[in-house]
């Protein structure tokens, strides 16, 4: 616990004595194929995240992305769900000045959106966003008009947003759907739906120590987890930082029903 509050009094107060962060690399890998996918899930890492550590089981964006199609398959055989690892920016270390500011985030998001965009030029399939700590500020940062049809965010420090209603409001997402064969063939059209926002977090997740303020460029305000900010709360379960796609736990599950598109079987 002391170590908890110490790390979690850095990241929030250790601007004068973090030193900048440094370039983790880039890495984007899909899982399961996304020619047939029925949905399409992207996986958004945090902090301390490189290409090194890409793989390093459930706890980075690679081994999370397979326990994810596994939950998945488990959960609904019959769908087709491909899951993206999206590493397209440099993640912050933990103990650092840009893990406490949006910089990085700022620049991850025009990143993320242009793997967005490319995904539904490959593939008609929703796309859901599921967003780890920092990457759920990088994923704020990116979701204004961009087409995916759920945010879920988890271990998040905050999203530099004072509401849900902030973001919904301002992303008018369209969820591709096939349209019935006609005379004219297989067209596609797209159904306006809202965009659906979720918010966990685990019982020993040491992010719940960091306050959620916003002091000038530093911090990232309101919590999700919040009820006044108004997202859709999943349960999570006891796991900690780095354990939210540990098989068999409450948030693997919850996320995978996300994915899935069947939001209304997802437990708070």
Same mark, same amino acid.
């Given at each position: 616990m002391l170590r908890n509050l110490l790390l979690a009094g850095l990241v929030t107060l250790g601007a004068l004595v973090a030193w900048p962060g440094q370039p983790s690399g880039r890495l984007v890998r899909i899982y399961g194929d996304l020619a047939t996918a029925?949905?399409?899930?992207?996986?958004?890492?945090?902090?301390?995240?490189?290409?090194?550590?890409?793989?390093?089981?459930?706890?980075?964006?690679?081994?999370?992305a397979r326990a994810l199609l596994a939950e998945a398959a488990r959960l609904a055989p019959?769908?087709?769900? =491909?899951? %993206?690892?999206? &590493?397209?920016?440099?993640?912050?270390?933990?103990?650092?000045?840009? #893990?406490?500011?949006?910089?990085?985030?700022?620049k991850g998001a025009r990143a993320l959106r242009r793997t967005i965009s490319e995904l539904h030029a490959r593939t008609p399939?929703?796309?859901?966003?599921?967003?780890?700590?920092?990457?759920?500020?990088?994923?704020a940062k990116a979701a204004p008009g961009l087409p995916v049809t759920d945010l879920a965010v988890f271990g998040s420090p905050g999203l530099d947003v004072p509401s849900a209603a902030t973001l919904a409001q301002a992303t008018p997402?369209?969820?591709?759907?096939r349209a019935a064969k006609g005379a004219?063939?297989?067209?596609?059209? =797209?159904? %306006?739906?809202? &965009?659906?926002?979720?918010?966990?977090?685990?019982?020993?997740?040491? #992010?719940?120590?960091?306050?959620?303020?916003?002091?000038?460029?530093?911090?990232?305000?309101?919590?999700?987890?919040n009820?006044?900010?108004?997202?859709?709360?999943?349960?999570?379960?006891?796991?900690?930082h780095s354990n939210y796609f540990t098989p068999g736990t409450p948030s693997l599950r919850n996320l995978a029903l996300i994915a899935l598109g069947h939001e209304g079987a997802v437990t708070s």
């Open positions: 029925d949905r399409v899930a992207v996986i958004v890492p945090g902090a301390d995240t490189t290409v090194a550590t890409f793989d390093d089981g459930t706890e980075r964006p690679g081994g999370a019959r769908e087709r769900l =491909a899951v %993206v690892a999206w &590493l397209g920016y440099d993640s912050p270390p933990t103990l650092s000045l840009s #893990v406490i500011t949006s910089d990085a985030a700022v399939a929703p796309i859901a966003l599921l967003c780890h700590s920092y990457g759920s500020v990088l994923c997402n369209a969820e591709p759907a004219q063939g297989g067209a596609t059209r =797209a159904e %306006v739906v809202p &965009l659906r926002i979720w918010a966990g977090l685990g019982e020993n997740d040491w #992010v719940r120590f960091v306050p959620k303020i916003k002091l000038g460029p530093m911090g990232f305000g309101t919590d999700p987890m009820p006044s900010f108004g997202a859709r709360v999943f349960a999570v379960g006891s796991g900690g």
